[in-house]
């Protein structure tokens, strides 16, 4: 875009804070912004009018998803920063780093000396790496809340990033009206800065997580080339029984230990309620706040398909594909539990960390209701 939206400040030092880190930000940083694309070329007064209007509608959002969902009613509302493709990059190591500093701090020595051994070299290659993932993902991302950024309003945690060249591109690919589909995408990620701020025990849960699943990846190279023959059966199995590839995250499940497999089954079943129930809330509000609703879920739904081979290619390696299904599965749990008791019953998977559904339940949200409402 031809106008700058305001910027993040460069993220700390991420090459030497942190004796135990084995990704070297700094050079994930640099290599993403290098590598990645310019923003779409706009007229300077139309860029200035999406940057003002995804600042309004991040707080006018937030208040209708309160509405909806019943919750954090008491709490302050933020404007959004309203970032270019570079500060996204910026925002994300920040938080990527934070977060992977707190998991690791709850994981045990074994796995902290683990990585320590990446130090050098192997923290500038794995940085190289993840800003290869970083330059795809900054054309991609439309926002993002970051629970682990410092927001400046009292009583309000994480920083909500609205990234405006990716969010003119999208609306412009879909052909729908501007307005409209930004309001639809402040909908979805103020939704998750409500969920993070208004269930106070969210953020340390998912971050302990974490580092038990750190915890729990200490096996050794010899110990996991012995369960390659094993992988190897099971995944001719998933071929001869589909037609479908498992993907990068059930090629991971395979290689893993019962113990790493449940530590991960934690994780993405958070995750996948977190991202399918912000995407049943950005469509639930309604067309009296986004007219076009319909139209907006129908194209962006086929453009979450789209995209040429290379491209298709890039979202398996990335996990891309992996986080879609989250959004439809999280959405379909969602939607089932809400049409079958309500708003007001659906928020007890906010009350506890024992309340929150399983990977199972995910796709059974009926046993849910039962283990949770009897």
Same mark, same amino acid.
């Given at each position: 875009?031809?106008?700058?939206?305001?910027?993040?400040?460069?993220?700390?030092?991420?090459?030497?804070?942190?004796?135990?880190?084995?990704?070297?930000?700094?050079?994930?940083?640099?290599?993403?912004?290098?590598?990645?694309?310019?923003?779409?070329?706009?007229?300077?007064?139309?860029?200035?009018?999406?940057?003002?209007?995804?600042?309004?509608?991040?707080?006018?959002? %937030?208040?209708?998803?309160? %509405?909806?969902?019943?919750? /954090?009613?008491?709490?302050?509302?933020?404007?959004?920063?309203?970032?270019?493709?570079?500060?996204?990059?910026?925002?994300?190591?920040?938080?990527?780093?934070?977060?992977?500093?707190?998991?690791?701090?709850?994981?045990?020595?074994?796995?902290?000396?683990?990585?320590?051994?990446?130090?050098?070299? /192997?923290?500038?290659?794995?940085?190289?790496?993840?800003?290869?993932?970083?330059?795809?993902?900054?054309?991609?991302?439309?926002?993002?809340?970051?629970?682990?950024?410092? =927001?400046?309003?009292?009583?309000?945690?994480?920083?909500?990033?609205?990234?405006?060249?990716?969010?003119?591109?999208?609306? +412009?690919?879909?052909?729908? *009206?501007?307005?409209?589909?930004?309001?639809?995408?402040?909908?979805?990620?103020?939704?998750?800065?409500?969920?993070?701020?208004?269930?106070?025990?969210?953020?340390?849960?998912?971050?302990?997580?974490?580092?038990?699943?750190?915890? %729990?990846?200490?096996?050794?190279? /010899? %110990?996991?080339?012995?369960?390659?023959?094993?992988?190897?059966?099971?995944?001719?199995?998933?071929?001869?029984?589909?037609?479908?590839?498992?993907?990068?995250?059930?090629?991971?499940?395979?290689?893993?230990?019962?113990?790493?497999?449940?530590?991960?089954?934690?994780?993405?079943?958070? =995750?996948?309620?977190?991202?399918?129930?912000?995407?049943?809330?950005?469509?639930?509000?309604?067309?009296?706040?986004?007219?076009?609703?319909?139209?907006?879920?129908?194209?962006?739904?086929?453009?979450? +398909?789209?995209?040429?081979?290379?491209?298709?290619?890039?979202?398996?390696?990335?996990?891309?594909?992996? +986080?879609?299904?989250?959004?439809?599965?999280?959405?379909?749990?969602?939607?089932?539990?809400?049409?079958?008791?309500?708003?007001?019953?659906?928020?007890?998977?906010? =009350?506890? *960390?024992?309340?929150? *559904?399983?990977?199972?339940?995910?796709?059974?949200?009926?046993?849910?209701?039962?283990?949770?409402?009897?």
């Amino acid at each position: 875009m031809n106008a700058r939206p305001s910027t993040l400040p460069p993220p700390p030092d991420r090459g030497v804070a942190g004796e135990h880190r084995a990704l070297d930000w700094n050079v994930a940083v640099a290599t993403a912004v290098r590598l990645m694309k310019p923003g779409p070329e706009v007229p300077r007064a139309e860029a200035e009018q999406a940057v003002r209007s995804l600042r309004q509608f991040s707080v006018e959002a %937030e208040t209708h998803v309160r %509405e909806l969902t019943g919750l /954090g009613q008491e709490l302050p509302i933020a404007e959004g920063d309203v970032v270019d493709r570079p500060a996204w990059v910026r925002g994300a190591a920040d938080g990527l780093a934070e977060l992977t500093d707190a998991a690791l701090s709850t994981a045990d020595s074994q796995v902290l000396r683990g990585a320590e051994a990446f130090g050098g070299l /192997g923290a500038r290659g794995a940085g190289v790496q993840a800003g290869v993932v970083l330059a795809y993902l900054g054309g991609k991302v439309l926002g993002q809340f970051d629970p682990y950024g410092e =927001s400046g309003v009292a009583g309000q945690r994480g920083r909500l990033l609205l990234v405006a060249p990716n969010v003119v591109a999208a609306q +412009k690919s879909l052909g729908v *009206p501007a307005d409209d589909f930004r309001m639809w995408v402040c909908l979805h990620e103020s939704t998750h800065r409500l969920q993070f701020n208004a269930v106070p025990w969210l953020r340390e849960h998912f971050t302990a997580c974490l580092g038990t699943l750190l915890a %729990e990846m200490e096996g050794t190279t /010899g %110990e996991l080339l012995s369960r390659l023959p094993a992988v190897l059966r099971e995944a001719r199995s998933v071929r001869s029984s589909s037609d479908s590839s498992p993907g990068v995250l059930g090629w991971i499940e395979l290689l893993q230990t019962p113990t790493q497999r449940a530590a991960l089954d934690r994780i993405i079943a958070i =995750s996948t309620l977190l991202e399918g129930h912000a995407d049943h809330v950005m469509d639930a509000v309604g067309p009296q706040v986004v007219p076009s609703v319909a139209t907006i879920r129908q194209r962006f739904t086929e453009r979450r +398909k789209g995209g040429g081979l290379l491209d298709r290619v890039l979202r398996s390696l990335l996990g891309v594909d992996a +986080k879609i299904r989250q959004y439809a599965q999280g959405g379909a749990f969602t939607r089932h539990v809400v049409n079958a008791v309500g708003m007001a019953d659906f928020n007890a998977v906010w =009350s506890s *960390p024992e309340h929150l *559904p399983n990977r199972a339940e995910i796709n059974d949200p009926a046993a849910w209701i039962r283990r949770v409402h009897g």
